[in-house]
C-alpha cells in the first residue's frame, strides 16, 4: 500500500506541475486549458499506448504454433498469477529485453526480444515473463504510460509558453523572459524526475510480485544480471529510436545507463538483484513448494553453461 500511496501522490505532482504551467503562462484561463488537455492526452493514452508501442518496436504476435514452449511457459505463469492469458509477442532484436502494455490485465500484451531467448535459459525467462505479469497485475503499464504522457506534454507546454506565451503576464504586464527559459528548462527536468521515480518504484513491486509468480526469486535474480550484461554489450535498434519508451522494459534498454542516479529510468541491478536473493533467504519454503510446471516445459535447476555468449 506504501508503494501505491508513493505512486499516487508522484502522479498528483506531475499533474499539479502540468496545471501550475498553464497558469503561468495564461493565468486562470490557461490553467483550465493546460487541464483540458492533459485529461484529453490522458484519455488518448488509455485508450492507444499499447499499440502504439507495439508498433514501435515491430513486434510480431505470435501464437501456440509459433513458439510454443513459450506460450505454454506464459500461459502457465499467467494462471499462477490469477490473469487472463496476455497477447504475447516477439520482436526481432539482439538485445535481451522485454516489456508489457496494455491499459488492463484482459488488454495487455506481453513482448520478449529474440536476444532473450537466445543467451538465456527458460529458468531466466520465466523469471522475466513473471516479472512482466506482475507489472500487468498492478496495472503498472497504465500507470507508466499516463506518466509518460503527461511528462511529453509538460515539455510540450514548456516550449510553448517560452516561445509563444511568456511575452506577458496574467495582468497583461510584460513578462521577463528569464522567466520564460527557467520554465523551458526546469519543468521538463522536474517532470522527468518524477516520471522516473515512479518507474523505480514500480520495478522495485514488479519484482517482488514477479518472483512469487514464478516461485523462484534466484531465477529473476540471475535473468537480470543476465540482462545488465547483454544490454552493456548489445544496442536494441528500436528502444534507441524510441527513447521514451525506454521505462517499459525490465532493464533499460539504452546504452550507458548503469548506475541509480536521478535521471535513471530503472534502479540499479544490484539493488535488484539483492532484495530478491534477501526475499529467497527469508522464506525458502514458499518458494520450494511451487507448482510443476505443464508438459513441454522443462524448467532447469541451474541455468545451462554459456561460453562468452556477447562475442555473437
Known amino acids: 500500500m506504501a508503494g501505491y500511496f508513493r505512486t499516487a501522490l508522484l502522479l498528483a505532482a506531475m499533474t499539479a506541475l502540468f496545471v501550475a504551467i498553464g497558469f503561468m503562462i495564461g493565468g486562470q484561463t490557461g490553467m483550465l486549458i493546460a487541464f483540458a488537455v492533459a485529461c484529453m492526452m490522458n484519455l488518448y493514452a488509455y485508450w492507444n499506448s499499447d499499440r502504439a508501442v507495439l508498433r514501435m518496436a515491430n513486434a510480431q504476435p505470435v501464437g ?14 499467467a494462471q499462477r498469477a490469477g490473469l487472463p492469458m496476455p497477447a504475447l509477442y516477439i520482436i526481432h532484436d539482439a538485445q535481451p529485453n522485454a516489456f508489457a502494455t496494455g491499459r488492463s490485465p484482459e488488454r495487455a500484451a506481453v513482448a520478449v526480444n529474440t536476444g532473450l531467448l537466445d543467451l538465456m535459459s527458460e529458468r531466466e525467462v520465466a523469471g522475466v515473463v513473471a516479472h512482466e505479469l506482475a507489472h500487468i497485475k498492478n496495472r503498472d503499464t497504465l500507470i507508466m504510460t499516463v506518466t509518460a504522457t503527461i511528462a511529453g506534454a509538460i515539455g510540450m507546454l514548456a516550449q510553448f ?8 503576464d496574467a495582468d497583461g504586464r510584460p513578462a521577463n523572459p528569464l522567466v520564460g527559459l527557467l520554465i523551458m528548462i526546469l519543468a521538463p527536468m522536474a517532470a522527468m524526475v518524477v516520471q522516473m521515480a515512479i ?20 531465477g529473476l535474480a540471475n535473468a537480470l544480471e543476465s540482462l ?13 529510436a524510441n527513447p521514451a519508451a525506454a521505462h517499459l522494459c525490465i532493464v533499460n534498454p539504452l546504452a550507458g545507463v548503469g548506475v541509480d542516479n536521478l535521471f535513471s529510468t530503472h534502479p540499479k541491478t544490484a539493488n535488484r538483484v539483492a532484495a530478491l536473493r534477501a526475499m529467497a533467504g527469508s522464506a525458502p519454503q514458499a518458494f520450494a513448494a511451487a507448482p510443476a510446471a505443464p508438459t513441454g516445459w522443462s524448467r532447469p535447476t541451474a541455468p545451462p553453461a554459456r561460453k562468452n555468449p556477447w562475442a555473437r
Open 161 to 168: 509558453g517560452a516561445f509563444f506565451g511568456m511575452s506577458r
Open 64 to 77: 501456440p504454433n509459433d513458439a510454443p514452449r513459450l506460450y505454454a511457459m506464459t500461459q502457465h505463469l
Open 228 to 240: 545488465e550484461r547483454g544490454v552493456a554489450h548489445i544496442h536494441s535498434g528500436w528502444a534507441e
Open 199 to 218: 518507474s523505480r518504484s514500480r520495478e522495485y513491486e514488479a519484482d517482488r510480485i514477479g518472483a512469487e509468480i514464478a516461485g523462484d526469486p534466484h
